[in-house]
């Protein structure tokens, strides 16, 4: 009877043996749960903007030309120098045999007559801007007051204002447009009066050239003691505080840009973001060749600043900045990492945790940035989605969370 019983020991242990070797191979081909990286749907803000540089730009500016061939006298005025209007900025000695011509004669009387008519509508349009800022300036009264008595809305006051404001800058672009007609007035009578005069050769009349306008030399053209033609530029002037940025967008990028958008003002070497709104977009687009050498096609948004010279008067003609056009927001949206959502079909899916396994879920797709994607259907605040999903991840693997996601 011992030997029966030694033979069924050793057949229960080779058993176990066989049994546990069973197990491992099973185990062995279980494939392991996926580590991934996850996160969760949220309720939050999303801003979707257009990023692009940019460059400043005097908004009133104002070339100083020879109005008559001459010699130009050495220009004591340096890039930066301020002037007063009716000061005398460019002196030079008129040729005497084109002023005597009486074809120099005729064009000098049409230049008068222009620069009346130039000067006429320039009062015209200064008296239209009048009106509409005073009319502004009301109406941003009477909404602030509504808005007191809770009848309007808070973003009424704020478009009221603005409206307000952008009628004010208007007002000085009109200003500055009469103050040009009239120097170009007086600068044509001179020219005609100087054609009618008899100077003597060996000693000719000096012709001043005044300052149109109050204003800060940004470019002297010509500084040289030398013979100019008329209308060679001598001088341009402008007013640096009176500062709009331009930024050239990508044509496709633009079409979703309208006028009165916010625009954030960044990296320009201050140490806040300056606030300002899209004036207009220019109608006509150009190429440009990128980086890359790809030929793109771009067209300028022109951005006013909001905010007082005071906060940004280290700012100067022609700076570079960073703008960030706002072209939607929203304070409430469902949103997901954008590395979470992927093309499946025509529309769009995500893989989503449920109990240890990755579900693809279809979802709609809304507003989108380069970091978060807008949720319309398809999940749930607090839902968790995997992040950068490889070609490893299908519908029910298993998967793992890590406990630190990649940034």
Do not use: C
Request: aromatic share 4%; glycine share 6%; net charge negative.
């Amino acid at each position: 009877m011992k030997m029966p019983d030694a033979k069924w020991k050793k057949r229960i242990i080779w058993g176990l043996v066989a049994l546990f070797a069973i197990v491992l191979l099973i185990v062995a081909w279980i494939p392991s749960p996926l580590d991934v990286d996850a996160a969760p749907a949220a309720l939050g803000p999303l801003t979707v903007t257009v990023d692009e540089d940019g460059a400043t730009r005097v908004i009133d500016r104002y070339t100083l030309a020879a109005p008559l061939s001459g010699v130009l006298e050495r220009v004591e005025l340096r890039p930066g120098d301020r002037v007063d209007a009716g000061d005398d900025v460019v002196a030079m000695r008129p040729a005497a045999a084109p002023l005597l011509d009486p074809r120099t004669r005729a064009q000098a009387e049409a230049q008068v007559s222009t620069a009346r008519a130039a000067l006429e509508q320039a009062r015209a349009g200064f008296e239209q801007a009048r009106e509409a800022e005073a009319f502004a300036s009301t109406e941003a009264e009477r909404v602030e007051q509504l808005l007191a008595g809770g009848v309007v809305t808070r973003q009424d006051n704020e478009r009221a204002r603005f409206e307000a404001q952008t009628a004010g800058v208007q007002l000085e672009s009109a200003r500055f447009a009469v103050q040009v007609a009239r120097h170009q007035l007086a600068t044509a009578e001179a020219v005609l009066a100087q054609a009618d005069g008899e100077p003597d050769a060996d000693d000719q009349q000096v012709f001043a050239i005044s300052a149109p306008i109050d204003a800060v030399v940004l470019q002297v053209f010509q500084e040289s003691a030398v013979p100019v033609q008329a209308g060679t530029p001598l001088l341009e002037l402008g007013d640096p505080r009176n500062l709009e940025v331009v930024v050239d967008v990508l044509t496709t990028s633009a079409v979703g840009i309208e006028p009165d958008n916010p625009v954030l003002i960044e990296r320009w070497g201050g140490p806040e973001t300056i606030r300002g709104h899209v004036r207009r977009i220019e109608p006509a687009a150009f190429t440009r060749i990128s980086s890359l050498g790809v030929e793109e096609q771009r067209v300028n948004v022109i951005i006013d600043v909001d905010q007082p010279s005071e906060q940004w008067q280290q700012l100067g003609d022609g700076y570079r900045v960073e703008a960030r056009i706002v072209t939607w927001h929203a304070d409430d949206v469902l949103k997901v990492d954008a590395s979470a959502v992927f093309r499946r079909g025509e529309g769009w899916a995500v893989y989503q945790v449920v109990d240890g396994r990755a579900r693809l879920t279809p979802v709609t797709v809304g507003q989108r940035t380069e970091r978060e994607v807008q949720i319309l259907e398809g999940l749930q605040a607090g839902d968790d989605v995997i992040l950068y999903p490889s070609d490893a991840v299908e519908d029910g693997a298993r998967v793992r969370e890590r406990e630190t996601p990649v940034s």
